[in-house]
């Protein structure tokens, strides 16, 4: 069945970086579109960041210049690199694909 586990995130300080990565199974990952998709405490869960099979990329207005998405086929790895992170980056995040969710990855933002 098809399964997504997402790994790295973890507390960072302001200004820092992290890569998020998200390791998928049961599909044939090229041929589909992966996002990622984040949910603050009390907050709906909103898009980040998206990459279709074809490798085009779409963010959202409030990380872009600083989240990049993207893809290793052959590993079946979908990655966000986040820099320049801030206290409202905090959030669980989703890797999104194949109408599957992962079970997310905490990422904290804080001095």
């Known amino acids: 069945q098809v399964q997504l586990v997402e790994s790295g995130g973890g507390l960072v300080q302001p200004g820092g970086s992290l890569r998020l990565s998200c390791a998928a199974s049961?599909?044939?990952?090229?041929?589909?579109?992966m996002s990622w998709y984040r949910q603050a405490p009390g907050k709906e869960r909103e898009l980040v960041a998206s990459?279709?099979?074809?490798?085009?990329?779409g963010y959202a207005d409030s990380v872009k210049g600083r989240f990049t998405i993207s893809r290793d086929n052959a590993k079946k790895l979908v990655y966000l690199q986040m820099n320049s992170l801030k206290p409202e980056d905090t959030a669980v995040y989703y890797c999104?694909?194949?109408?599957?969710w992962g079970r997310g990855t905490q990422v904290t933002v804080s001095s």
């Open positions: 049961g599909f044939t990952f090229s041929m589909y579109g």
């Open positions: 999104y694909g194949r109408v599957s």
């Open positions: 990459i279709t099979s074809g490798g085009s990329t």
